[in-house]
């Protein structure tokens, strides 16, 4: 609902002169009344709102902070640097989202280092002690 009261009233006014073919209210033809120095109701079409761009859906889909939402024609004409966001994975992951890789490859390689601590710190026994334990199901006599 971004048309103002006015507008809404004036929609259905028998005055306005359209100037194209299609009167109907579509969600690709949203026009906007304006009236003319000459007094005459005309309208504006309004273009449709671009979403922008978004995460991918398998990792939330929410929307990339710091670019504009564009559509498709303005987005291939754009500079590179009003496509992307200055960081790692700029422009396609959120920053929360580029935030937790980095935290669980920080976690990892923690886990790693205290794995190899444990695993130098416990006491190394003689190999082989012990006897040799038998498949059950088969018995070694005949």
Do not use: C
């Not at 033809?29 to 304006?34: D, F, P, Q, S, Y």
């Not at 120095?37 to 990339?64: D, E, F």
């Not at 890789?101 to 012990?130: D, N, T, Y």
């Amino acid at each position: 609902s971004t048309q103002s009261t006015w507008e809404k009233r004036m929609v259905r006014d028998s005055r306005i002169k359209y100037r194209r073919r299609n009167f109907r209210a579509t969600v690709s033809n949203k026009l906007r009344i304006v009236k003319t120095p000459g007094g005459q109701l005309t309208t504006h079409v309004r273009r449709k709102r671009s979403k922008g761009p978004t995460a991918p859906k398998s990792l939330g889909g929410q929307r990339i902070q710091g670019i504009k939402a564009m559509s498709g024609m303005k987005r291939h004409n754009a500079k590179k640097r009003a496509l992307t966001v200055d960081r790692a994975y700029g422009g396609v992951l959120t920053h929360t989202q580029v935030r937790d890789r980095i935290i669980r490859a920080f976690l990892i390689e923690e886990q790693k280092i205290v794995k190899r601590v444990l695993k130098a710190q416990r006491p190394a026994g003689p190999k082989g002690s012990g006897k040799k334990k038998q498949k059950k199901g088969k018995s070694s006599k005949k």
